[in-house]
């Protein structure tokens, strides 16, 4: 171990023999989209998110789809886990419409191996950090610096509340001046803060909680975890005694991109929280738990790189960039008609309204809101004839139109690289980036807020009695709800034109996904090119 290393882990109040970590890099993005199977589950969430890690991820995704998944998105083969956080977006005050921000870099969890006996997540584990609907600061002034660790006892600022909204951050990047240090700032800061001041864009963190009772889920996804009294340091309660591992979320918004250069406007998470504190994130483990307390136990190493853990490269070597950026969750074919990465926008995706104030925010009523109210609307029009316990939604036989959404080129001065820095004189930034979810336009005219066009509920799906016209199932999806199964059928067109022989015409079904590509990056800290100072 070097001098620099260990003058490192000095700063950052770790100890080299005790305290170790490393850095999983998930530089793809499995999807943009508005599901969240912890909250929400068979459902569509109330707002977008952007996902990393295995492609089993979905609206009803249980452990077993995790870890039984083709792919995922980090670095680890055998990490199978979700990572999902709200989306950024940019409202221009002079168009009215909202654009998604690019990311740089994918995202950076952070396994930091703090306390005593760290255990692996077992599994079906899944944890929520983070209030959704907070939006005001209640532990001082958010706009001052917090107080020394040491006084938040007496400063009676260690409820869970409190660590909570210091969990949450906003790091204002500039590669040539010294970094901030991690949770320095609480609040979204202003465009016109980050146009004069962030000219590589920010990173927002987020730390979650790492003292446990032993459950693998609570009714409001926290309760059966806790922060200890320095939120990713310090004693747990006594309520929950056990450590897991701390996770510790870094992704870096290119908020100084070329298309909002010199406009006024404002960045908005897609929860419709222009302040920060309603920032979130969530995490349902996809480990095989003895795999992973064999890394807990074994990556010790300081650097803190996923090469330097034999347990992540004996079975092969870590999976590419290009292997992690083309890994893609199956995003519902009703969310694919939203487009949530879309340019251009007259609404942050699901009708969510903007919400600046200390009430709580409320949840949105916009169109698709749930697959289970959209099913139960049309079951209520439905004929009361109807007595089956299964009927069939013939949904109609192409997407929507959409605009696709050019990905920003991060510029070659914006660099990624993990630097999780817990004191305000440490030194270094950190990582990220995430490609926008983009659908090719089609020619049909349906809109996805339109009213206008109800599917009709019917007992199987009906051939048409246009001439030389028949429909074809594409897919079908099963819904159940309130002990009434719902099964969605999607049909294309097949037309015979009849000459001289017979021919088959196949019209567009649903258009295909496709994730643009973010262009390579280069990390301040040679994360991709050698071994950076930690």
Request: glycine share 8%; net charge negative.
């Amino acid at each position: 171990m070097n001098s620099k290393t260990l003058t490192t882990l000095a700063i950052l109040g770790m100890s080299p023999m005790t305290e170790a970590f490393w850095r999983m890099e998930c530089r793809g993005s499995t999807g943009l989209a508005r599901v969240d199977p912890i909250l929400d589950f068979n459902k569509i969430s109330g707002h977008a998110h952007a996902v990393h890690g295995s492609s089993g991820f979905g609206i009803s995704a249980t452990y077993d789809d995790l870890v039984n998944a083709d792919c995922t998105s980090c670095a680890v083969k055998q990490d199978k886990s979700a990572y999902w956080a709200p989306a950024m977006y940019f409202l221009d005050a002079e168009t009215g419409e909202f654009s998604p921000v690019p990311q740089v870099g994918g995202m950076l969890s952070y396994y930091l191996l703090r306390g005593d006996n760290v255990t692996a997540f077992p599994p079906g584990f899944q944890m929520v950090a983070g209030s959704n609907y907070r939006r005001e600061y209640t532990v001082g002034d958010p706009h001052s610096p917090d107080p020394p660790q040491s006084s938040w006892a007496s400063l009676k600022q260690t409820g869970q509340s409190d660590l909570e909204q210091r969990a949450v951050g906003f790091n204002c990047l500039n590669y040539k001046q010294t970094p901030e240090p991690s949770l320095f700032r609480h609040y979204m800061p202003k465009k016109d803060f980050t146009d004069a001041n962030c000219p590589d864009g920010l990173r927002l963190e987020l730390m979650f909680p790492s003292c446990w009772n032993g459950e693998l889920d609570s009714e409001d996804h926290k309760s059966h975890v806790a922060y200890p009294d320095l939120v990713g340091n310090g004693n747990c309660p006594d309520t929950h005694t056990q450590r897991i591992v701390t996770l510790f979320y870094e992704t870096i918004w290119d908020t100084n991109a070329v298309q909002f250069q010199g406009k006024s406007g404002s960045f908005v998470m897609s929860n419709g929280d222009r302040t920060g504190y309603g920032y979130h994130g969530d995490f349902m483990t996809g480990w095989d738990p003895s795999f992973l307390q064999e890394a807990i136990n074994t990556c010790t190493n300081p650097s803190g790189e996923l090469s330097d853990c034999g347990v992540f490269t004996s079975n092969g070597p870590l999976l590419s960039e290009a292997e992690q950026r083309d890994c893609k969750f199956e995003t519902p074919l009703l969310l694919i008609a939203e487009n949530a990465g879309a340019k251009g926008m007259t609404e942050l995706p699901g009708g969510v309204r903007i919400q600046d104030g200390p009430e709580s925010a409320t949840p949105p009523s916009g169109p698709l809101d749930s697959l289970t109210s959209w099913i139960s609307e049309i079951a209520d029009n439905s004929p009361a004839t109807t007595t089956s316990s299964t009927s069939s939604i013939i949904l109609p036989p192409s997407i929507p139109s959409t605009t696709s959404t050019p990905v920003a080129t991060p510029s070659s001065e914006i660099e990624s690289g993990g630097a999780f820095i817990e004191n305000p004189t440490s030194i270094a930034p950190s990582t990220p980036d995430l490609g926008v979810l983009a659908v090719p336009p089609t020619t049909t005219s349906f809109s996805s807020t339109s009213t206008s066009i109800v599917p009709t509920t019917t007992s199987a799906p009906q051939a048409t009695s246009e001439p030389g016209v028949s429909y074809e199932v594409v897919s079908t999806q099963t819904i159940t709800s309130a002990g009434l199964v719902q099964e969605i059928v999607w049909m294309q067109p097949v037309v015979y034109v009849t000459e001289d022989c017979l021919t088959t015409v196949t019209l567009p079904g649903p258009a295909p996904q496709k994730l643009k590509k973010a262009r390579g990056h280069v990390q301040q800290h040679r994360h991709n090119h050698g071994r950076r100072g930690y």
